[in-house]
């Protein structure tokens, strides 16, 4: 359900190793892949549970199921398919980043601390044997820069770069990745932005801005595009949180979050029935735009550290200057 | 003269593993350190040409001069230090990534293939056998992540991605470094942005924004506060070049260029008297902001490449599908 490059870079990465190794596999998500990620080598051998049924493949087909980057079936099959997958008599292993308290699988490899699924799929393929190829390191590069928000996130590690490091040696493009995953917007997206921009505002270190049907309407988008929008406010020194509402019908909002630091928006998502990382998190609300953003902007203010600065660095103004030298030189002028 | 994270943050950098090996090192910089690049471990131990001369040092108290991420005087002191600083006894060195015709320099190491300054201080520091410490490390983490647009641009090798792994290990903070540089925009800057955007067109792949003092003023901001809106345009699929017009007085422009690819907007800067590097140059051009767009877009409009696909990535479209395993298992069923 929504793939990013995370899930689908890690699904086609590990794929392609375990073909490699003369394994056969079945990459399968709930929705397809969505327009922006169909650059990710080999995205075309992903099926979904419908594309899934018409070849006449069933569950039963499978003797092992790897979960990535998700820990429950919910997120793989819909309703239709829930029963066969939840007979699924076969071996079944869970490798995520995403914290959850499931138990989900026979296998489990949750690590919350990692920051991107990607880490750990090309940690697995490096312990397999297999040479990565340029192929396998694009998509977990993709997978990896995605989650990292392009290596600007607090969970941009030594070992998140040492990675990347080595996948580009291995044949990943970083330039164009980025490019891919973000700087390929159409003129319409971009008219979009720029109104989204204008409903933006801030309520004591909380951004909020609106997406209305209308406006994608009018710029000729869809919600894909709104992708990125809800990082952008963070941009300000002021603001903790953004919070950005997309209509999906009238007074239904997909709401995403977003914060810096140690402010956790899952906790938010979470009081609405969503979930999600500390800083990255969404969840549905009912109501007008008006009614949401009051009733998340009251739960943000339950928040701690809302006030407190997000980050002391070291070397700004509070710091004293270094050993100085120019009474060095003057004393040697002397 | 406007010095960048990439200038300051070598020059830092070397400074403190010079002093660690017991030598006495001196910080010049034509202009103040901009508010901006205050976060810098030790930034407070740069002076300009007027510090210096009020602390009674002159250029004759030196034996050695390096120059970091620039290569030539004018750049380092005004027009009254000039002929001190031409006369100069002593050694100089030059140790840069620009890419330059001039041959200032006793001991010149010149690497345009670099993507920053900031990555050969860090392998000359580590030849130097001194230990990076955490400041060190920051400071050249600041000056690869600006030159590289935080890991974004085409000069984004693995070695890149190794050096700033190597910076993290050694004490750096990427997420903190990452929002001093770029997520610390006041809500006036935010406001400017907006009304930047508003001024924005695109023509045949150029897009052209303008900045003007009455914007500054209205928003309380100042001219670094529109530093990295050029790069934001090259986000849209079918912006090939970027140009920021920002008002110097009236009828009188500086002009920021940005491009993607293999369009070099440097021979644009240099047609007009200034300079740069292929995909990121600068320089001044008097007239209207009507009249230096549209001698700016004829200059474009010579550009080859201007209406050629800027990215064919391997895994778009065109892109066979990988070798498919329904078969596989659909044989595998009867």
Redesign the interface.
Known sequence: MDPDADGLGCGLALS?AL?KMGK???LLDKDPVPPGY????????F?TPETMRS???GVG?FQNMILLDCNHLGRVVGAADRADFDHFQGTVAVIDHHETEKTFGHVRWVEPDMAATGIMIYALIRNLGVRITA?MA?NLYAAIALDTG?????N???????T???L??AGAR???I???L??????G??MLF?EV??TLE?HSGVAVAVVTRAMLEKTGTTSDDTETFVSF??????VKVSILLKEVEENHFRVSLRS?GAINVARIAEFFGGGGHANAAGCRVRGSAEAVTSELLARCRELKDLEKP??E?????N?A??????E???A??N
Not at 150 to 154: G, H, T, W
Not at 182 to 187: C, M, P, V
């Open positions: 392609q073909r056969r596999t079945f169909q650059f990710l080598p080999g995205h075309g051998d099926h070849l006449g493949i087909d192929d694009a392009n290596f600007r996130f607090e941009t590690t030594a070992e998140v770069l040492r990347a490091a080595s580009v040696t970083p330039h164009a980025i490019t891919e973000y700087e390929l917007w159409s003129r997206r971009f720029r921009l204008n801030v406010p963070r941009i300000m020194r002021d810096k997000v980050l660095f070291a070397g700004r103004d710091r200057p270094g050993p100085s030298v120019e060095d030189l003057g040697s002028q």
